[in-house]
């Protein structure tokens, strides 16, 4: 099955400006404390951890909990002096990773 994120960026960033970046992954975050209608146990699927990192140097991270909701969305700000790549990491239980990148357009 395929993995959906959203990423929102602004359509202009000026160089020292901060900007909000927004990004959410579809993801079903079992906390592996409910049980089917069978009775059994569904096993624990959680994101763990997100990474955002600008041309290779981390500049945003946090560690996800049980309590965090479904598809997960995140809301940081960021302030960048040059354009380069950010590259957006999602990591998980039961081997789960996905990655996004985009360009970063500073003038």
Do not use: Q
């Amino acid at each position: 099955m395929a993995t959906r994120a959203v990423i929102t960026l602004p359509a202009a960033i000026k160089a020292g400006e901060a900007f909000e970046v927004r990004a959410t992954v579809a993801h079903a975050m079992e906390t592996g404390y409910r049980t089917s209608d069978d009775g059994v146990r569904l096993p624990r699927d959680l994101v763990r951890r997100f990474e955002c990192r600008l041309d290779g140097e981390l500049v945003f991270a946090a560690d996800l909990f049980a309590a965090v909701s479904a598809n997960p969305y995140l809301a940081f700000w960021l302030r960048a002096s040059r354009s380069g790549e950010l590259c957006f990491l999602w990591r998980g239980d039961n081997g789960f990773e996905h990655r996004e990148t985009r360009a970063l357009s500073v003038a």
